[in-house]
């Protein structure tokens, strides 16, 4: 069955592409199947000098890849440029970091014992469309450095780049089937991903929803799992912070991607004495975010990526609006900045929005601002704006939650570890640590005696 690729922005149709069922999955597994012990038995410093081609390929064809995301997911431009010079090193990264994750030699009583990580054979990788290049390219760096070979699996939304980044590894040299690119339905496709026999481990973002499903899915054969799920991530903003500052960074770390991110700070957190001083900032801010047209240099926000989306974006705004930004009309599914003044029971505080709405919520003292941004079920992302440094490290050791940043929006980085606390999610990508979530630690006793 075919399906239309859509513009976010204009509605038009990108292209027509076929809808892969189980047949076309059960057929890319068995290519990765077959792949695998040609790929496990290339030495890590080969497979990182095959990474690194790659990564230079993607610098190569970095506006490229920037226009087809921006085009792709009504992402803006100059953010897209940003992503894809992410994705190049995050490939330089790994293909640095393969050779140096090394095993132990343990003294025990009459011999020796060694540990050696392994690959895991074939793994499935799942994302969303809302960064689909650059979470691609947090599993897919790991996964093929650690010697597994890959069934990728994009939003069917958006699925253009994972598809020009796959036809790259092989201009790179990654030999055929050990990345292998499959476009269709979560429900058909990504089912058969984590129902597969075959298949050893599930790299999953997206949905809390989805991804216990995937988890629930994964038990039949005792799968592994990484699950990066949804947020509700709290900017907590103390009366002592730099309030010129953190307000002018708030619309940026939530409106950021149209606020499709799970890392958005959705529930900004005020203490009530810098309250009103604070809202007036931020509505300033908020009122220079610059809406419109992905391709032009100058935007700052796009559209959301459907208009089903939009729709539930809509539906959480019924309470006391703060303000609501200009956004275009016409073609293209187009939601306004939205700033809404709520308590943390109410809707908008409790579920994901994934919009460009946030939900402004007073706060008494610290023990108060603590209470309120741990009672979610999600534990993601947050920051904290205080210039007490003290209070910034206790209130950082009292949030549960897997990614914090002071005075700052920064969430990701390439050799920092980001993954989520409690319902957000479990694993970490990024960094050393995601090279432990795609190998297994084999422990071998070896005797000395006789
Ligand atoms: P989603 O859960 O609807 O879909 C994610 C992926 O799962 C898609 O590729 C989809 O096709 C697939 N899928 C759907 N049903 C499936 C099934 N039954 N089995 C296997 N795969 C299935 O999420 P989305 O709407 O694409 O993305 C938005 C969500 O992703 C938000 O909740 C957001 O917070 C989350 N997200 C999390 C992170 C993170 O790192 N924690 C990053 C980005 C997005």
């Known amino acids: 069955m075919s399906f239309a690729v859509i513009n976010p922005a204009t509605e038009e149709t990108i292209v027509t592409l076929d809808s892969a069922g189980i047949d076309e999955t059960d057929a890319a597994v068995a290519r990765a199947k077959a792949a695998y012990p040609a790929w496990r038995a290339v030495s890590p410093a080969d497979r990182g000098r095959l990474l690194r081609r790659l990564a230079t390929l993607v610098e190569e064809h970095h506006e490229e890849l920037a226009r087809i995301e921006s085009q792709n997911v009504g992402k803006p431009i100059v953010g897209a440029r940003g992503e894809v010079g992410m994705v190049a090193d995050v490939f330089h990264f790994y293909a640095g970091a ?19 990580r392994e690959p895991l054979g074939v793994v499935g990788l799942i994302v969303p469309w809302n960064f689909p290049l650059n979470i691609s390219s ?45 476009v269709g339905k979560g429900s058909v496709v990504g089912q058969r991903l984590v129902d597969h ?6 790299g999953f973002t997206g949905s809390t929803e989805v991804g216990r499903g995937v988890m629930q899915g994964a038990a039949a054969t005792i799968k592994r799992v990484t699950l ?28 950021d991607n149209a606020g499709q991110d799970c890392c958005a700070r959705s529930r900004i957190l005020v ?66 900045c939205t700033l809404v003044e709520a308590t943390n029971d109410d809707r908008i505080a409790r579920d994901e929005v994934f919009g460009p709405v946030a939900a402004l919520i007073p706060f008494d003292d610290e023990a108060d601002a603590v209470r309120i941004a741990n009672d979610t079920p999600y534990g993601l992302s947050g920051s904290i704006w205080t210039q007490n440094g003290a209070r910034a490290l206790r209130v ?28 957000s999610g479990f694993g970490r990508e990024l960094g050393m640590h995601a090279l432990d979530g795609y190998s297994e630690v084999k422990n071998v006793y070896y005797s000395t005696e006789g």
């Not at 026999?197 to 599930?202: G, H, R, S, W």
């Not at 949804?230 to 900017?235: I, M, P, T």
């Not at 949030?399 to 570890?417: A, Q, Y």
Request: hydrophobic content about 45%; charged content about 20%; some cysteine.
């Open 98 to 116: 393969v050779d140096k994750k090394h095993g132990e030699t343990i003294p025990v009583a009459g011999g020796i014992d060694l540990t050696f």
């Open 138 to 182: 947090w599993k897919l760096g790991p996964a093929l450095a650690c010697g597994n070979t890959v069934v990728l699996k994009p939003a069917e939304l958006t699925p253009l780049s994972a598809l020009r980044l796959a036809e790259l590894a092989l201009e790179a040299g990654i030999p055929e089937g050990v990345l292998n690119v499959v």
């Open 197 to 202: 026999p075959d298949v050893a481990k599930i």
């Open 228 to 255: 990066e799920l949804g947020g509700k991530s709290a900017n907590v903003v103390f009366a002592d912070a730099d309030l010129e500052r953190a307000a002018a960074a708030a619309p940026y770390a939530v409106f």
């Open 271 to 336: 203490e009530r004495s810098a309250y009103d001083r604070f809202a007036e900032l931020l509505v300033d801010a908020t009122r220079n975010v610059k809406v419109g047209d992905p391709a032009d240099d100058a935007t700052e926000m796009g559209p959301l990526i459907s208009a089903a989306h939009r729709e539930t974006v809509a539906s959480f705004v019924d309470g006391k609006t703060l303000f609501t930004g200009a956004a275009p009309t016409g073609k293209g599914y187009w939601y306004p």
């Open 396 to 423: 950082a050791r009292a949030l549960e939650t897997g990614v914090l940043s002071v005075n700052s929006n920064s969430s990701v980085r390439v050799s920092t570890p980001f993954g989520g606390f409690k319902q």
